[in-house]
């Protein structure tokens, strides 16, 4: 139906890691002049960060997926069914070749629409079980690019011969870090030699996270100097001596990387393997509660790595601060880590996705 052009649709939306992932991926295949759009929702926070990097953004109206009973889930069909419609359309007229989705639940109208029209689609899973999206993609025909081995055990039989484990790409950026603008982007003074601890709860920020900080904080202060990613919105504590606080850290973040030497973080895919590209010590308070409990596998198995620890559930401030000390106390733990982190292969995932979309556009499928 369509001729064979070098344009491959992205998609995907909603956080940072359905979209900051893809950005290794579409720098190599821009290298090999390969054309790219992206579809997100019309109302995203994706748009701002596609656009960023110079990358074309069609936006569509989009609903959410809930797996528990909800009046909004019926307004929100007609908004899915919107955006199907917005997708089929825009795809009929740019004709790609391949449709390539990164999850969150704008993806699935367009990976809908791309396998009515017989367009072959590539959907990336960075966690250990599937979303809600990426299990509806695969029921629509993805095959499906993994990032853990063990995601395997999640997936129908129908899917198992489509699938490929890759790694999470990580940004190009995130390797290029310096410790000492690091230290020094924190506010650290050059003759304060305490350990350097990175908080952050991913692009929205977590208020559990804030609350342990805000807690521990005098006390945490006498052992380490503190870097705060807090979220927008989020309010935060007033600068002092050895602690910095923003809403969110951008071209900062992979300085602040470099520089930490223990990092408190939600433990989602993108967080995880950020830290683990830079080697940082973790310790993990995964989202717990309303979810499918897709953190705490995540935390998990980067604890069996050895690369962390997990906060244990329920922990109030004082054994948050503890656990905290086990580390920041313990440098020879903090080496073993820091060796485990760097055995996950978060440098080649880019090259090897990228390598999987240019061979079908070259035939190889």
Partial sequence: MYMKNRLIVFTGGGTAGHVFPAFPVISRLKSRGIQIIWIGSSKGVERGWIEKEGLSFYGVPSGKFRRYFSLKNLTDLFRIFGGFVSSLFFLIRQKPSLVFSKGGF????????????????YTHESDV??????????????????????????????????A???????????????????????????????????????????????????????????????VHQRGPG??????????????????????????????????????????????????????????????LRNAALAEKAGMSLTLKENAGPREFLEQLKQLLLDEGCRNTMKKAALQFPAAAAADKIAAILGEVLDGGN
């Fill in 106 to 121: 704008v993806s699935v109208p367009p990976v809908a629409a791309a396998r009515l029209l017989g367009i072959p689609v």
């Fill in 129 to 162: 079980d599937p979303g809600l999206a990426t299990r509806l993609n695969l029921k629509l025909g993805a095959s499906a690019l993994l990032t853990y081995e063990e995601t395997k055990e999640f997936l129908p039989a129908s899917a198992l011969q489509r």
């Fill in 164 to 226: 490929s484990v890759t790694g999470n790409p990580v940004r190009d950026i995130i390797f290029q870090g310096n410790a000492a603008a690091g230290r020094k982007l924190a506010g650290i003074a050059p003759d304060d030699v305490r350990p350097l601890v990175l908080v952050f709860g991913g692009s929205q920020g977590a208020r559990e996270i804030n609350d342990l900080i805000t807690a521990v904080l005098d006390d945490l202060l006498q052992i380490a100097a503190v």
């Fill in 234 to 295: 989020n309010p935060g504590i007033a600068d002092r001596p050895g602690y910095m606080s923003r809403p969110f850290f951008a071209e900062e973040l992979p300085h602040l990387l470099a520089a930490a030497d223990v990092s408190v973080a939600r433990s989602g895919a993108g967080s995880l393997w950020e830290l683990a590209a830079t080697g940082t010590p973790a310790l993990f308070v995964p989202l717990r509660g309303a979810t499918r409990g897709d953190q």
